[in-house]
């Protein structure tokens, strides 16, 4: 115990004179944590539309300015022909052109049934896919106004109609910010701990002093250990100060659930993340090498996490890597914890699998960490 | 007793594909200054490496202080100092942090021991709270120094302490060296530096992992066969070429201002000889005397045969 506690006060004292590591640290979270949410906004509007109205008639009219007041759609031309809309789109003016056909009223009204264009601007594909959702939206919403004008209501309705309406639960306003928050924080976390640790770990080898730590009877997992624990301490003050400042006093989240499950559960995955920069380390000589290392396994967990898109939409081979993912429990813990007041035997399986990773990376990285020296 | 004995060790790397020391066998009295001498590449470092525990043998067998270095490595380790060649401190921390980081390890203090550092301490004790990166190379090797020392070790091992530190350091610290062997500590050293061999009690020559040859300096330079002539004129270079070219030249080397000569038999006196032939090709200024041999010369020597 003593030994560690020198150790410790030691790698203390070497953390917070380093004036690079520092300050990205403790500022770099902050700085993210403000600014990622906003880049990670799923919500779009101003979606350039341009339309071709063959019909000028009041419907048509009306179903432009419902578009328009829809507040998601911009008008960027109103055309006389589809060519002229197309060339709107090739220079990058409108995302959706609208083609409402010549006899839309008299069709609608006559024949009830009538059919518009829609051509989509597939290159930002998000834009164009939302885009094209909403305006479909927005005309079967017309759609529904025209038939309650037209058709009498009937005592009972002759075809049925199945109308889904949906309620957003532990989200009711769908603010992204308040799933994508606890998201990137638990991706900051993991970049802290893996990057430092390992690169910590691989400076003692590329400038030769565990050379020397090699010779005095430190016991090596005494010297692990007295790795491990500062930054497994550095991690939970970010996450902190993360989740109960910027979060709370920023973004206004408070989580819902437990604080303690939380921490529990932060705990085990730092020792988790911790035990993979290990590993790295064990595998690296410079801290070039760790850096590249580590920067290619974090990427992959932090776009295969379910941070950005759902897992669930992805191939069955993305979902296999995802699930090996410690990212991926890490984010749906923090979304259940934070936004749903999950409890314990809601995230059991979580538990038990970041355990499960925890031994394991660990078990391995101390294992090559002998063999190699 | 020895303090520190090698069997037949060899060590190869790269798959047994580099033989870095081949069967090597020596063994150093306790309270010894012994110094391993050979070029950069002989093997040095890895015998030292094994010695400290940091390196297992492929073959035979070695105890530092009595105890086995495979066996008994972690009693070895509280018992030895290892310098390594390169400055393996931590640059981040000050003088004073790293001494009381290593003395805290070794369960000891820098008061209990400071008798043993105190010379070598009081020089770099005005720099304590410096950050030891911002030391000179020759504070480098003082800090060092000590903090191999600050717990009191039996057996010292120091991996080419003088290598990169100007002369001026690299003789107080062979004085160092000799103040600590006053107090019983059995000293390694490995140096590529022939002239400090002379400094040690005994030394072994070592090239491409073999020992060439054990003993005191003055032994070994007494056990060079034949006489050695240092010989100069105003064309150095056409002297060698000249001097290589003569028919009764056994082996001759440039040595600093000099060329180092000698014959191929001693048992006739060749220097007349030698002097007609020189003039016969223009040399002016010939000075040929006869010269003990240095290690340098030995080591040659022994290269050769």
Redesign the interface.
Known sequence: MRTIRFLLQKEFKQIFRNKALLPLLFVLPIVQLIILPLAADYEIKNISVAIVDHDHSMYSQQLISKIGSSGYFKLAGYETSYANADKLIENDKADLILEIPTGFEKNLVRENQQQVFIAVNAINGVKASLGSAYLNNILMDYNSDLRLQWIRPERYNPAPVIEITSSNWFNPFMNYKFFMVPGILAVLITMIGSYMCALNIVKEKEVGTIEQINVTPIRKIHFILGKLIPFWLIGIFVFTFGLFVIARFIYGIIPLGNILLLYGFLSIYLIALLGFGLLISTYSETQQQAMSIAFFFVMIFMLMSGLFTSIDSMPEWAKTIARCNPVTYFIDVMRMIVLKGSGFKDIRTHFIIITLFAAGINGWAVLNYKKTN | MDSVTLNNISKTYNKKKVLAVDNVSFSVGKGELFGLIGPDGAGKTSIFRML???LLPDEGTASVDGLDIVKDY?TI??R?G?M?G????????TVE?NLN??A????TSIEENYELIKDIYVQIEPFKTRRAGKLSGGMKQKLALC?ALIHKPTVLFLDEPTTGVDAVSRKEFWEMLKRLKQQNITILVSTPYMDEATLCDRIALIQSGKILSIDTPEKIVEAYPGKLYAVKSEKMHQLLKDLQAFEFTGSCFAFGEHVHLSFKDDEKDHQPELLNYLEEHGHKHIELQQITPTIEDCFIKLLKS
């Open positions: 400290t525990t940091l972690k380790r509280s030895v290892y390594p390169k400055f393996s401190l931590y640059q981040d921390l942090e980081f290593f805290t390890i070794f369960d903090c």
